[in-house]
C-alpha cells in the first residue's frame, strides 16, 4: 500500500512562495503517475500537475503554468510543489497522489491512486 503525507502548507501573502512536501512509502516513482490536486471550498477538485510515468513528462493546469514546478527526489521518496508569485485564487487544501498507469489518462489514473490527507495553502491579498 502506497502511503503519502503532505507538509509545507501555510499562509503567505500574494506573490509569495511556498514549497509542498509528499513523503511517499517505498515504491518506485519511474514506473508510477505522480501528481498533486487542490480543491477550494465551495470548489470541485481539479488536477494541478500530473507527471506521466511513460515518458516523465510533466503537465501543468493552465492557471499555475510558470509559477508552479514539481520535482522529485527518489533517494528520500519525495515529491515537491514548488509554488512561486501565488495569488488568491491559489488557495485551498493541496493533495498529492500516486496512481499505477492505467492509459486513461495521466489525472484520471491519479483519482484512482492513493491520496495524502492534503495540506492548505492559504494566500493573502
Known amino acids: 500500500e502506497v502511503r503519502l503525507v503532505e507538509s509545507g502548507g501555510g499562509l503567505v501573502q500574494t506573490g509569495g512562495s511556498l514549497r509542498l512536501s509528499c513523503a511517499a512509502s517505498?515504491?518506485?516513482?519511474?514506473?508510477?503517475?505522480i501528481g498533486w490536486f487542490r480543491q477550494a471550498p465551495g470548489k470541485e477538485r481539479e488536477g494541478v500537475s500530473c507527471?506521466?510515468?511513460?515518458?516523465?513528462?510533466?503537465h501543468y493546469e493552465d492557471s499555475v503554468k510558470g509559477r508552479f514546478t514539481m520535482s522529485t527526489d527518489n533517494a528520500k521518496n519525495t515529491v515537491y510543489l514548488q509554488m512561486t508569485s501565488l495569488k488568491p485564487e491559489d488557495t485551498a487544501v493541496y493533495y498529492c497522489?500516486?496512481?499505477?498507469?492505467?492509459?486513461?489518462?495521466?489525472?484520471?489514473?491519479?483519482?484512482?491512486?492513493?491520496w495524502g490527507q492534503g495540506t492548505q495553502v492559504t494566500v493573502s491579498s
Open positions: 507527471r506521466s510515468s511513460s515518458d516523465g513528462n510533466t
Open positions: 517505498a515504491f518506485n516513482f519511474d514506473e508510477w503517475i
Open positions: 497522489a500516486a496512481g499505477l498507469p492505467s492509459g486513461y489518462g495521466c489525472y484520471r489514473d491519479l483519482l484512482s491512486g492513493s
